[in-house]
């Protein structure tokens, strides 16, 4: 099959460029301080986000011009290697602790977070298993439980870290591809509800998100403790008012805010930049998320179609997480803002999926003209819920 492209999607492009030059500026606003007093430079989380910024360019703009049906092919394999480095972060000695969490694998000059790898990783497979499958994905053995056991391998090693965070983003993640392709929503329900024992243990089991669960419904009842992190969340909100303190002049990142420059990061634009920089940040996002659903209905194929979905909401779900989160909307948990907080594997890994989105917007702009009819990727003839769909 020959590939045609269009020129790179002009809009998204700019979105994805506002959203990580905002991103930028924000880290060094809110780390500046902070890392002059721990480690005497003021640059010190920002070198290596900006070269990791640059590396994500990079790396998104070779997604962009390599056809995902390409990607494909290396779906099994991308799975395994990462299904291989999860398993080497919780091996003693092996992964590196911090906060009590072992989640990143220390290589020469370089530290990375399989966790944060996984979830482009299921993206890739669900794409590819789902698009060959076809319409027997309403199958409960041929089409569910395949994908179940490939979760099953992959969501016990993360909560193992632990990281229950990002371990309910993946199953969300592969239960909207998986009922996009047309699993059935019985089958989605009664695993949810088969999970609810294992979601309560989860909880229960680590007196920590026990007591995240307490400052959620009262963070004053223990305002040195649990509810620490949202109340001054809450006191950065509250400071930053319409308009905000203005770029750097924010008083909650001066050791009050917890992690200003990751899990917080939101809660430090709320207060130098006000109600209308949040605005401006959830508008940007909404805005992604929005095109990144319009590409997925126009794909020129149903690989294309799940690519498209399951990269958006590897960027959208985590940023709606993270603004929920520090405006206690869910209870406190440690998910990055995309494009924003520290963290390079984050980062590569949103550039990552940007550019494959990229990839999708282009095929689907290059063969919009002559299409009459979708191409089926794979052996049977089906329609997802977004193909075809008016948003």
Not at 261 to 282: C, K, P
Request: charged residues 10%.
């Amino acid at each position: 099959m020959t590939i045609r492209r269009a020129p790179i999607d002009a809009f998204l492009l700019v979105l994805i460029l506002a959203l990580s030059g905002m991103g930028l500026v924000m880290l060094f606003s809110s780390s500046s301080i902070m890392a002059e007093q721990r480690y005497g430079d003021a640059y010190f989380f920002f070198r290596p986000q900006l070269r990791h910024m640059v590396l994500g360019f990079i790396i998104m703009l070779a997604a962009s011009r390599v056809p995902y049906q390409f990607l494909m092919k290396l779906a099994y394999p991308i799975l395994i290697m990462t299904l291989i480095l999860l398993a080497m972060v919780i091996v003693p000695g092996i992964g590196h602790k911090v906060g009590g969490a072992s989640r990143w694998l220390r290589l020469p000059g370089v530290s990375i977070q399989p966790s944060e790898m996984a979830k482009l990783a299921i993206v890739i497979y669900m794409a590819y298993s789902l698009s060959r499958k076809g319409e027997k994905t309403g199958s409960f053995f041929y089409g569910f439980v395949p994908h179940l056991i490939v979760l099953g391998a992959t969501i016990p090693l993360i909560l193992a870290e632990p990281d229950l965070g990002t371990a309910v983003c993946i199953v969300v993640i592969a239960f909207a591809m998986m009922f996009v392709a047309g699993t059935k929503i019985w089958h989605i329900a009664a695993l949810g509800l088969a999970a609810m024992p294992l979601l309560y243990y989860q909880i229960v089991n680590y007196s920590f998100r026990l007591k995240r669960i307490t400052a959620f419904i009262d963070p004053w009842s223990d305002p040195s403790g649990a509810g620490y992190h949202i109340i001054h969340s809450f006191y950065a909100f509250a400071a930053g008012g319409l308009w905000g303190q203005g770029p750097g002049a924010g008083q909650q990142k001066l050791f009050f805010l917890p992690e200003p420059h990751t899990d917080f990061i939101f809660s430090v634009v709320a207060e130098e930049l006000g109600l209308a920089g949040v605005l401006i940040i959830a508008i940007l996002f909404l805005l992604l998320v929005y095109r990144g659903l319009k590409i997925a209905m126009t794909a020129v194929d149903y690989c294309g179609v799940y690519l498209a979905l399951g990269c958006t909401m590897v960027v959208g779900l985590p940023a709606f997480f993270n603004m929920a989160v520090v405006t206690a909307l869910l209870p406190t948990k440690g998910l990055p803002l995309p494009f924003f907080s520290y963290g390079g594997t984050n980062l590569l890994v949103c550039f990552a999926a940007m550019g494959i989105l990229l990839n999708v917007a282009g095929q689907s702009r290059a063969a919009a003209p002559a299409k009459t009819a979708r191409p089926r990727s794979g052996a049977a003839q089906h329609q997802p819920a977004l193909a075809g769909a008016q948003l």
